[in-house]
């Protein structure tokens, strides 16, 4: 959604709208996904000024804030969107940046992928050469588990 023209997600406004039937088909049933990288600045914010742990935020302390982003962003396609304006959509879910310990998991099932024994060494290690930010504290990795396999293939 992020590289699409401004406005042009306000097309399909009338599938999501509250109409019986357009052109004599119900999509009341109809589940429409939209994914996007705006917003990822917000939900970092979010995320590291709640003080608390990433398991215990809830869709509440982010859904408000990252709709507001998203209407307000002139590089989101969802900029002024009739979409969020009319309150359409029904759900913002938001993806967390990943701690250490996700990515050390991500090393893992690299190694089950490859059915390679698993150790938790050579993890630590994979996961440790990874970047993260705050740079001060190293709290979420820059690109998720994005180059894990390419990071682990040079230990191996």
Known sequence: M????????????????????????SYRKAIFLFLSNAGGDVINRVV???GKRREDL?????????SVELFNNKDSGFWHSSLIDKNLIDFYVPFLPLEYKHVKECVMAELRHRELMLD????SRVA??????PKDTRMFSDKGCKTVSTKLTLHL
């Open 2 to 25: 992020d590289k699409l023209h401004q406005g042009l997600i306000d097309t399909i406004k009338p599938f999501l709208d509250y109409y019986e039937q357009i052109d004599g088909v």
């Open 58 to 66: 809830e869709l509440q302390d982010l859904e408000s804030v990252l």
């Open 128 to 133: 440790n050469e990874m970047t993260y930010f």
């Open 120 to 123: 938790e060494e050579l993890a």
């Open 48 to 50: 590291l000024g709640s």
